[in-house]
């Protein structure tokens, strides 16, 4: 991609209106735009870097069986009426249309899977089944803040599984919970991402989140350091202690954190009002457990930015960056041209994806850009490299830029290193 023809271009200055960090350089490097509170566009940087997030989380929830599907975002009022959620889902915009019938943007979408998992669920030996989505979300947020960690329209990936008893269903449980363990350390906030005990509503003891340490955290988590595991402050005070090891809640740490994942058992609670059942080996009808387990890709962006990042901007993880490797060209002279046009060829010839810093601007301007957009390698091709015929090679998370012979050599070893863990160095 060539610099100069890349649509939404880096501000001067971070947006007044913004007070998240995540806002601020997601918006001022040109990632996304904001509409209004709770509602970004995403820029093509910024679509990358969710598309990134997207894959690694398909890729993992394929490998545990789980089968994508697309859910309407258009929902009847019936639906939600048949669970009883259409008078108590607060956060749930409605609309009505000409005819006068009534409608709801979909907030979640237990009301539509199920239904439409009864169309094939009759026999135990259609069960277990899990199915998953992508879609866009509308949840009427009174308080849209904190950029993409908090929004009225956001893109989540919503998967359900069903069940013919409690012991399938708690082997899936284990199942997805490795999974996301494998998503968040494939995204780059694996380290600080701990798994939290969580209420379990009327129908469950426990719901479990996965928060991410970070002080722009809005939740407050108890972390137990005993046992890894930390309890959502909503439930920290009924029970008083760790729930995994039974450490006294004055044994464990207070931190802020970001929810960036859940999963959840929903046991009957929609199968029963859609009266999806299946027939067991007696030939005898028993209900089908369901759990549900959720992801907001928008708001692992937003963690991943304010978890990386410095006083110069974003310093993406090498698996969710838009472009692993930031070519900048500081000269105009042809044979400056020249050398920079032949190795963004080789680059790509060599499978990497890379941003081409060919405008018309100055040095200054162009080295301060590629900080703030944070991509993993900066190369620079200038007058002096070319005259020494050498190239400047610098890990955006390093203090120092590497004066380097064997361009493609260093660029052909740092492909193997894309998805190692964050910190880790050429």
């Not at 993992?60 to 889902?89: D, K």
């Not at 969580?198 to 426990?206: D, E, L, N, P, V």
């Not at 962006?301 to 900048?328: F, M, N, R």
Request: charged residues 30%; hydrophobic residues 35%; neutral net charge.
């Amino acid at each position: 991609m060539f610099q100069s023809k890349l649509f939404g271009k880096t501000l001067r200055d971070p947006p007044k209106d913004e007070q998240s960090i995540n806002a601020r350089l997601l918006v001022q490097a040109g990632y996304v735009e904001k509409l209004m509170a709770g509602v970004y566009s995403f820029l093509p940087l910024g679509l990358r870097v969710l598309n990134k997030i997207e894959n690694i989380i398909r890729e993992e929830i394929n490998v545990i069986g789980g089968q994508e599907l697309l859910l309407p975002a258009l929902h009847p009022r019936e639906a939600w009426e048949q669970t009883g959620r259409w008078e108590t889902v607060d956060d749930l915009y409605k609309l009505t249309d000409s005819s006068g019938r009534d409608f709801a943007l979909g907030a979640t979408h237990e009301e539509i899977i199920t239904p439409l998992a009864k169309r094939d669920i009759s026999s135990y030996r259609d069960l277990p089944l899990a199915l998953y989505q992508f879609q866009t979300k509308f949840r009427m947020e009174l308080r849209a803040k904190s950029g993409l960690l908090r929004g009225r329209e956001f893109m989540m990936k919503d998967l359900y599984s069903f069940h013919v008893n409690e012991e399938d269903f708690n082997a899936y449980y284990k199942k997805v919970a490795d999974a996301y363990k494998k998503i968040f350390n494939r995204t780059g906030i694996g380290e600080r991402t701990v798994f939290t005990f969580a209420s379990g509503g009327t129908f469950s003891k426990y719901s479990h989140e996965f928060q991410t340490l970070t002080s722009a955290g809005e939740d407050t988590i108890y972390l137990c350091e005993h046992c890894g595991v930390a309890v959502n402050g909503e439930i920290i005070d009924e029970q008083k202690v760790c729930p995994e090891c039974g450490r006294p809640k004055d044994d464990l740490k207070i931190e802020k954190a970001i929810e960036v994942g859940n999963i959840f058992p929903l046991k009957t609670k929609f199968s029963e009002p859609f009266k999806l059942t299946y027939k067991d080996e007696k030939g005898e009808d028993r209900p089908v457990l369901m759990g549900c387990y959720g992801i907001g890709l928008g708001r692992v962006t937003g963690t991943i930015v304010e978890v990386h990042h410095d006083k110069e901007g974003i310093c993406w993880p090498s698996a969710v960056a838009p472009y692993q490797v930031h070519l900048v060209r500081l000269s105009d002279e042809p044979e400056i041209v020249k050398q920079a046009n032949a190795l963004y060829e080789k680059i790509n010839k060599l499978g990497l994806d890379v941003l081409y810093d060919d405008r018309d601007a100055s040095a200054g301007v162009k080295l301060k850009d590629a900080d703030l957009i944070g991509l993993p390698l900066r190369l620079v091709v200038s007058d002096k490299t070319v005259k020494d015929g050498v190239y400047e090679l610098k890990e955006r998370m390093s203090s120092r830029a590497r004066v380097v012979k064997d361009i493609i050599g260093e660029i052909d070893k740092y492909k193997t290193f894309i998805n190692q863990p964050i910190g880790k160095t050429l």
